[in-house]
C-alpha cells in the first residue's frame, strides 16, 4: 500500500498556511505540526488521551482548525490534534474525512466521496 499526501491550507482567524498532509485513515483525529499549528495561533481547548500502536498511551492537546482541500474541493472546520515535538508530519485523520464526505480507497490510492447514509 502507497502513502497518499494532499495539499491543504489551513485557517485561523486572518492567518493561512500552506501544508502537505498524509492521509491516515488509520488515525482518528487529524494532526497539524508545532510549527504549523503554532505559526496559526491554534490554542488548545481540550486534551485527549491516545493509544499508539504498540500500546502505549500519549496525551496531546486538541483544537480547532478550518482545512481547505483545493485538489477536491472541500472544506470544513475539524478538530486537530496540536502536534509537539516529534510528531513530524500534518496527518489528515478519520474523523476529518468523514466530516468531509470523504474516504479513502488505499487499492486506487484516491480520495472519494463516501456513500452517505441517511437513518
Not at 500534518?90 to 466530516?99: P, Q, R, S
Request: proline share 4%.
Amino acid at each position: 500500500m502507497g502513502l497518499i499526501f494532499l495539499d491543504a491550507t489551513i485557517k485561523n482567524n486572518r492567518k493561512s498556511k500552506d501544508i502537505n498532509m498524509l492521509v491516515d485513515s488509520g488515525a482518528s483525529y487529524s494532526l497539524i505540526t508545532n510549527t504549523n499549528w503554532s505559526a496559526l495561533g491554534l490554542k488548545p481547548q481540550r486534551e485527549m488521551e491516545f493509544v499508539l500502536a504498540d500500546g502505549t498511551r500519549i496525551k496531546r492537546k486538541i483544537s480547532e482548525c478550518y482545512i481547505e482541500l483545493p485538489s477536491i474541493s472541500v472544506e470544513g472546520h475539524t478538530p486537530v490534534i496540536l502536534g509537539e515535538e516529534g510528531d513530524d508530519e500534518n496527518l489528515l485523520g478519520a474523523v476529518t474525512l468523514e466530516i468531509f464526505g470523504l474516504i479513502l480507497d488505499p487499492l486506487r490510492r484516491v480520495i472519494k466521496p463516501m456513500r452517505a447514509m441517511l437513518i
